[in-house]
């Protein structure tokens, strides 16, 4: 009913950048939130950042001083820019987001299948 398509991960040394996008696609009526997690091996999901209509953000401890989320509400898209990579930020980053797919109805939540970031030193 929603799709969630990542794109811009990939390998690169300790101290580079990237950028995440995310496209949601569907049935969307609306869209109260979306963001990002993330995944290493033997490792439990934890929030990287979200935002919430009204322009509320949230950052994981660990990222809070080197990411940045944006968010094109028009365009149903979620960015999040990478700074100062380190290689414990080595993991598949999905997107989520939480849509209703008719105006009234619940809100759902919804995720990408993943992109994985590598970084080395």
């Known amino acids: 009913q929603v799709q969630l398509v990542e794109s811009g991960g990939g390998l690169v040394q300790a101290g580079g950048s990237l950028r995440l996008s995310c496209v949601a696609s569907?049935?969307?009526?609306?869209?109260?939130?979306m963001g990002w997690y993330r995944q290493a091996p033997g490792k439990e999901r934890e929030l990287v950042a979200r935002?919430?209509?009204?322009?509320?953000?949230n950052y994981g401890h660990s990222v809070k001083d080197r990411f940045a989320i944006s968010r094109d509400t028009a365009k149903n898209t979620v960015y999040l820019q990478m700074n100062s990579l380190r290689p414990e930020d080595t993991a598949v980053y999905l997107c989520?987001?939480?849509?209703?797919?008719?105006?009234?109805?619940?809100?759902?939540?919804?995720w990408g299948q993943g992109t994985q970031v590598t970084v080395s030193s």
């Open positions: 569907g049935r969307i009526a609306s869209i109260i939130t």
């Open positions: 935002h919430t209509d009204g322009d509320i953000t």
């Open positions: 989520y987001a939480v849509v209703a797919s008719n105006y009234g109805g619940a809100y759902n939540n919804y």
